[in-house]
C-alpha cells in the first residue's frame, strides 16, 4: 500500500511515525525547547488524594475566578469620586448626587447585561478566596507541612493571605457606597492612629485629609493591577516550590519520606482538578446568581454625614472589627501628643501580632523541639497536641472576636443589653482560646491511646445460647476497611483501553490476553 | 499482544498494569456504565451552557444567567472528575522524592567561589565597597520620596481645621438656615456650615467634601431656654440649641442614631454612646472623648450661627492632637 504514489490515510499516518502528530509536535518543540525529558517527569508527577490537598486548589481557582470577573468588571468601572445626577435605570436614585465610581458600579448591575451576575461572582470569589487560604492554611499548620524544607512556602502563603485581605478591603471599597465608604473612614482613622507616622500616611495616601478625591484612583490601580502583580508572583513561587520540593503527604502503606503516593499529574489529576476549576467556578456563579451580595443601590452613594445601622465589613475583617468593639477606651493624652491605643492596639498592633506569631511558627517551633530534620511525613494532629491546641486557639481567638463584631445585632437580637454582650465577649475572648485550647490539648491525647483511631468501626454480633450465656462474633471487615497489600509502582506509560468497547461485560480478570496491557 | 502496539522510542522497562491489577477500581473494571454516566452528565451540561447563550441572547434575570452557567459548569466539572477518578489510573502510582541537598563537594565549591573569589576582589577594596553602599543606601532613602513624599501634601494643622468660623451659619441639608422655630424640643437635625450646601446645581442640593466629612455638626433642641452643658459654656446652647460634632471620637463614623429618651447619641459603628446633655461624653463604648461642642448664637436676623470655630480637633485622635 505504501508503494501507491498517492497519499492515503494510512501512509500519512505511518510517514509521522508512531506518534502520530502530537509525536511530531513533542519533536518540534524537543528540537527547539528541549521539554521532553522534564515534560515527561511533569506528566508523571504524583499527587497525593486526601481532600484536605483540595482547599488550596480552591484558593488558587478562586483566583482564577477573581482574575476573569475582575477583566470584565474592570471595563465598566469608572474609578472616579466626581458627583454626578443619576438618571438611570434605578428609579429610586434618580436626580441624587452620586459618584462615578458609584454610578458605574449601579449600572453594572443594571444596564451591563450579565453585569449583576459577574458582579456578583466577583464579590463571592473574594470571600471564597480568603476563606479557602485560612482553611489551607489550617491545614498546613495542624499537619505540621510548614516544617523543613517548606519554611518558605509557608512565609509566601501568610503574605498571601494579608494580600487577599488587603486585596478584598480595598475592592470592596472602590463602590464608593455608603457602607464601603464607612469602612474607608474607619480605615483612615485606623492609619491616623499609628503614632508620629499616622497623619503623614494619610495625608500622602488620602492626597489631603478624608475622603479627598484621589483614593478611589489610588485604590483602583492598587485593586486590579499592583496587588493582583504581586499576588500572581507569589502563586507561581508557591507553586514552583510545591514542583521542586514535591508534595507532603499522610504517612500509610508504602509511603515513606522518600517517595510520593498518588495519582499521576496526566491525565488522572489533570481531569481531576480541571474538573475541581469548573466547579468551583460554577459553585461562585450559583452564589453570584441565587445569593445576593452587595446590594450597593440600596445603601446609596457615599455621603460623609450619612450612616446605616448594623455596619459590618465582610467576614475576613470581621475580626479586626470586633476587636474594636471590645476594645476599652484607653487614649493616652500627655506631652502635647494623643495616642489613641483604643484604636491602635486593637487594630494595628494586635493584626502585626497574629501575622508576626503566623511568619515566625515554623522558626519557634523548632526552637521549642529541636528538630531541623526534612519532613516529607505529616503528622495527624493528634500526635501534636500542643501544636494542634494551638492552632484552636488562635483559631477560636479569631472566632470570637469575629462574633464579637456584632455585638449590637446580638443585643438587639437576643435581646440582651449591649452591655453585657460587650463584656461576655471582653471575658469570652480570653476565656475562649485557652478553654479551646486546653479541651483541644486532652482530646488529642485521648485519640492517642484509642486503638484503630480513624479506622471504621466494625459491628458486632452477639449471640445468647441456650444457656443464657452471650458471646460475640466480629463481623467481617468492610471491603474499604481491608488493607490492601499494595506495592506502590511507578506510573506506566500507556494503559491500553480497546476492550472497552465490549460495554459493561465482565473482562476476564486473570486472562493473558492482557486486555488492559501496560508496556514501554 | 505486544508485537500490535506501535514500538516506542526508548527502551525503557515499566511495570505492567492489567485489568486484574487491584490499583483499578470497582468503576474502571465496568468502565462502559461510568462513561454512559458522564456521557449524560456532559449533555446535560451542554443543553445548560447552550441555555446560557440562548439566555444571554434573550437578556435574562441575573438568576438565570448564573444559574445556567453555574449548572453547566458544575455538570462539566462533574463529568471530568468522575472521568478522571473513575476511569483513569488511579494508583498508588510512586515517585521518588530526591534529595534537594546537593552533594557536600558541590556545596564546597559554592562556598568556596562566594568567599575565595571575593578575597582579593571585594574585600580587600573596603573603601570601595563602602563608597557603593552609601551611594546605594542614599539612593534608597531618596527614592522614597517620590514614592511617598509625592503622594499628598504635608498634614500640617489639616486635622485641626473645618470651616465653622465666628458668624458662620448652619444650615440643613437643603441649605436653610435655622431659626429659633426650626426644630421642636427633642428634636435633631445635621447641619453644616453656610457655603458648603450648594444650591441651583442639580434637583438636589451638592454639599461639599469638606462639609460632609468633616464639618458636619449634629444639632438637638433639648428645651426652649438657654442651656448650659458644662461649666464655662454658659452661652453656647442658646434657646436649648446645642451643636456637636457629629464625627465620632473613636473611629470618625458619623455619629448618626439619636436614643431620644435617654438623650443620648449613638455611633452605629462601635456603639459609642454619647450624653448630650453634659456636654457628649462618651458614656458606653470604646470613644475615648467627648464629642467637641460648637459654641452657637443667634445673629442678628435671628438665625443660629457658631460663635467661632471648634475649641479642638473634630473626630478620631492622632499624634500631633493636643488636648
Known amino acids: 500500500m505504501s508503494d501507491t504514489a498517492t497519499p492515503t490515510k494510512r501512509s500519512t499516518k505511518a510517514a509521522m511515525g508512531p ?12 528540537d527547539r525547547l528541549g521539554v521532553a525529558k522534564g515534560g515527561r517527569v511533569f506528566l508523571d508527577k504524583i499527587f497525593p488524594d486526601h ?12 483566583f482564577i475566578v477573581l482574575l476573569a470577573t475582575g477583566i470584565f468588571l474592570s471595563l465598566y468601572f469608572v474609578p472616579s469620586t466626581t458627583q454626578v445626577i443619576y438618571h438611570g435605570t434605578y428609579k429610586p436614585l434618580d436626580g441624587q448626587w452620586v459618584s462615578q465610581a458609584y454610578k ?59 494580600l487577599a485581605i488587603f486585596e478584598g478591603f480595598i475592592g470592596y471599597s472602590l463602590p464608593d457606597d455608603l457602607i464601603s465608604g464607612t469602612g474607608l473612614r474607619i480605615g483612615y482613622s485606623i492609619a491616623e492612629s499609628i503614632p508620629l507616622v499616622g497623619s503623614y500616611l494619610t495625608s500622602f495616601l488620602w492626597g489631603g485629609r478624608f475622603p479627598g478625591d484621589i483614593i478611589i484612583p489610588r ?31 499522610f504517612p500509610g502503606e508504602g509511603r515513606t519520606e522518600h517517595n510520593v503516593v498518588g495519582s499521576p499529574m496526566f491525565p488522572t489529576f489533570m481531569a481531576k482538578t480541571t474538573g475541581f476549576l469548573f466547579m468551583v467556578t460554577a459553585m461562585t456563579a450559583l452564589l453570584g446568581a441565587f445569593a445576593q451580595i452587595n446590594p450597593i443601590w440600596h445603601f446609596g452613594s457615599y455621603d460623609a454625614s450619612k450612616i446605616s445601622y448594623a455596619v459590618q465589613p465582610d467576614w475576613y475583617m470581621g475580626w479586626l472589627d470586633g476587636a474594636l468593639r471590645i476594645m476599652p477606651s484607653w487614649e493616652f493624652a500627655g506631652f502635647g501628643h494623643t495616642i489613641p491605643f483604643e484604636v491602635f492596639l486593637p487594630a494595628v498592633v494586635f493584626p502585626g501580632l497574629i501575622f508576626t506569631i503566623c511568619l515566625l511558627w515554623p522558626a519557634i517551633e523548632r526552637r521549642y523541639t529541636g528538630d531541623n530534620e526534612i519532613h516529607n511525613l505529616l503528622d495527624r494532629p493528634r500526635y501534636r497536641p500542643k501544636r494542634t491546641a494551638a492552632g484552636v486557639a488562635m483559631f477560636s481567638l479569631l472566632f470570637t472576636l469575629h462574633a464579637a463584631s456584632s455585638t449590637d445585632v446580638m443585643a438587639n437580637f437576643f435581646h440582651f443589653s449591649l452591655n453585657s454582650v460587650l463584656w461576655f465577649f471582653r471575658i469570652a475572648v480570653i476565656v475562649v482560646p485557652i478553654v479551646a485550647g486546653l479541651i483541644t490539648y486532652q482530646l488529642c491525647k485521648e485519640m ?69 496491557q501496560v508496556s514501554r | 499482544m505486544s508485537d500490535e502496539q506501535p514500538p516506542s522510542r526508548t527502551k525503557v522497562p515499566m511495570p505492567v498494569a492489567t485489568l486484574s491489577d487491584p490499583h483499578m477500581g470497582d468503576a474502571a473494571r465496568h468502565p462502559a456504565r461510568v462513561e454512559k454516566l458522564i456521557a449524560v452528565v456532559f449533555v446535560l451540561a451542554i443543553v445548560c451552557l447552550a441555555g446560557f447563550g440562548a439566555a444571554y441572547w434573550q437578556n435574562a434575570d441575573p438568576w438565570v444567567l448564573g444559574g445556567t452557567v453555574g449548572a453547566g459548569l458544575a455538570l462539566l466539572g462533574f463529568g471530568l472528575t468522575a472521568w478522571g477518578k473513575y476511569l483513569m489510573p488511579q494508583g498508588p502510582f510512586v515517585e521518588e522524592r530526591h534529595p534537594l541537598a546537593s552533594a557536600p563537594d558541590e556545596r564546597d565549591a559554592m562556598a568556596a567561589a562566594l568567599v575565595e573569589r571575593s578575597t582579593v576582589v571585594v574585600k580587600r577594596r573596603k573603601m570601595l565597597g563602602g563608597l557603593f553602599a552609601v551611594g546605594a543606601g542614599i539612593f534608597g532613602i531618596v527614592a522614597i520620596f517620590p514614592l511617598l513624599r509625592s503622594l499628598g501634601p504635608l ?41 458648603t450646601v450648594i444650591l441651583g446645581l442639580g434637583p438636589q442640593p451638592y454639599i461639599t467634601e469638606n462639609g460632609q466629612a468633616i464639618d458636619q455638626t449634629v444639632l438637638i433642641r433639648l428645651q426652649d431656654q438657654n442651656f448650659t452643658t458644662q461649666p464655662g459654656r454658659e452661652t453656647w446652647a442658646p434657646a436649648g440649641y446645642v451643636a456637636y460634632s457629629k464625627l465620632c471620637t473613636h473611629l470618625g463614623c458619623p455619629v448618626g442614631l439619636y436614643e431620644q429618651q435617654l438623650e443620648l447619641l449613638v455611633c452605629p459603628c462601635h456603639q459609642s454612646m454619647f450624653n448630650v446633655r453634659n456636654g457628649a461624653v462618651p458614656e458606653f463604648g470604646p470613644a475615648p472623648r467627648p464629642l467637641p461642642q460648637l459654641p452657637l448664637m443667634f445673629d442678628d436676623e435671628g438665625f443660629l450661627a457658631a460663635q467661632g470655630p471648634y475649641d479642638q480637633a473634630v473626630g478620631p485622635g492622632f499624634w500631633e492632637r493636643t488636648t
Open chain 1, 51 to 62: 481532600w484536605s490537598f483540595m482547599l488550596g486548589e480552591i484558593s488558587l481557582y478562586s
Open chain 2, 155 to 195: 498634614p500640617e494643622n489639616s486635622l485641626e481645621v473645618t470651616d465653622w468660623r465666628r458668624g458662620t451659619r448652619l444650615v440643613d441639608s437643603s441649605g436653610r438656615p435655622i431659626s429659633r422655630g426650626t426644630l421642636v424640643t427633642g428634636g435633631l437635625m445635621t447641619v453644616y456650615p453656610e457655603g
Open chain 1, 104 to 162: 458605574s458600579t449601579v449600572d453594572i448591575s443594571f444596564d451591563v447585561r450579565g453585569g449583576l451576575l459577574v458582579r456578583q461572582m466577583h464579590h463571592w470569589a473574594a470571600d471564597v478566596f480568603c476563606g479557602s487560604i485560612v482553611l489551607h492554611m489550617g491545614r498546613i499548620f495542624l499537619t505540621g507541612a510548614f516544617r523543613k524544607p517548606r519554611e518558605l512556602n509557608w512565609t509566601i502563603g501568610i503574605l498571601m493571605l494579608i
Open chain 1, 448 to 516: 492517642q491511646g484509642v486503638h484503630g483511631i480513624g479506622k471504621r468501626k466494625r459491628a458486632v454480633v452477639v449471640h445468647l445460647s441456650a444457656h443464657g450465656e452471650y458471646s460475640t462474633t466480629p463481623t467481617p471487615p468492610r471491603p474499604d476497611d481491608v488493607p490492601t497489600e499494595l506495592e506502590p509502582e511507578p506510573v506506566p506509560v500507556r494503559i491500553d483501553v480497546e476492550p472497552l468497547s465490549s460495554g459493561g461485560v465482565e473482562l476476564p480478570e486473570q486472562s493473558g490476553t492482557g486486555v488492559r
Open chain 1, 19 to 30: 506518534f502520530g502528530r502530537v509525536g511530531q509536535l513533542v519533536d518540534e518543540l524537543d
Open chain 1, 219 to 249: 485604590f483602583y490601580i492598587i485593586h486590579v493591577l499592583i496587588i493582583p502583580l504581586v499576588l500572581l508572583g507569589l502563586i507561581s513561587a508557591h507553586l514552583g516550590l510545591l514542583v521542586r520540593q514535591k508534595h507532603t503527604q
